[in-house]
T-cell receptor, first 113, second 112 residues
Framework: SQTIHQWPATLVQPVGSPLSLECTVEGTSNPNLYWYRQAAGRGLQLLFYSVGIGQISSEVPQNLSASRPQDRQFILSSKKLLLSDSGFYLC????????????FGPGTRLTVT | GENVEQHPSTLSVQEGDSAVIKCTYSDSASNYFPWYKQELGKRPQLIIDIRSNVGEKKDQRIAVTLNKTAKHFSLHITETQPEDSAVYFCAASSFSNYQLIWGAGTKLIIKP
């Protein structure tokens, strides 16, 4: 069966510091991968998605970037965090194919102070 | 591009009653419609989905209906229980679009 891991679970970072969040998927090949951000009490904002190694699509211009160095690894980064970057970051995967059901990782709760 | 609208934003029902959440979509090419449940502080979890070649799907107390002509789909929860309290999100996607387009969410409150 497939499993998705995210770490860390919780992170408190000062403004201006760098960020690296990692997501890995087990038990599947060539998944589509997604990064979302969710502000408190709000909906899901798609940040990036990837349909293959080295292929990244950005949905929202911001100070974040994403990379996919391996088939089942997706990394979200920032060089300098802003207060507005605080939120619940969720990684998700979907199988390649006709339908795009997504399965979410446990999430990282980021607080920028 | 595709747009998904979800109503109501908050729904309060008495325990044991039924709850219905409705979504409309704009892209006639959409072929997949999932529903997710998100409990407080947790990840969204897929609870039921429907594909465009089906009009209704049921799984125990939950069901989803799809009206392709009117471009809307609904989540039905019967015999609601306290553990049904959560935020529910609908979404839509098409084969050519790798994204899910999300509704804004419905906070379901089950009153004891």
């Amino acid at each position: 069966s497939q499993t998705i891991h995210q770490w860390p679970a919780t992170l408190v970072q000062p403004v201006g510091s760098p960020l690296s969040l990692e997501c890995t998927v087990e038990g599947t090949s060539n998944p589509n991968l997604y990064w979302y951000r969710q502000a408190a009490g709000r909906g899901l904002q798609l940040l990036f998605y990837s349909v293959g190694i080295g292929q990244i699509s950005s949905e929202v211009p911001q100070n974040l970037s994403a990379s996919r160095p391996q088939d089942r690894q997706f990394i979200l980064s920032s060089k300098k965090l802003l207060l507005s970057d605080s939120g619940f970051y969720l990684c998700a995967w979907s199988p390649p194919g006709l339908y795009h059901e997504q399965y979410f990782g446990p999430g990282t709760r980021l607080t920028v102070t | 591009g595709e747009n998904v609208e979800q109503h109501p934003s908050t729904l309060s029902v008495q325990e044991g009653d039924s709850a219905v959440i409705k979504c409309t979509y704009s892209d006639s090419a959409s072929n997949y419609f999932p529903w997710y449940k998100q409990e407080l502080g947790k990840r969204p979890q897929l609870i039921i989905d429907i594909r465009s070649n089906v009009g209704e799907k049921k799984d125990q107390r939950i069901a989803v209906t799809l009206n392709k002509t009117a471009k809307h789909f609904s989540l039905h929860i019967t015999e609601t229980q306290p553990e049904d309290s959560a935020v529910y999100f609908c979404a839509a996607s098409s084969f050519s679009n790798y994204q899910l387009i999300w509704g804004a969410g419905t906070k379901l409150i089950i009153k004891p």
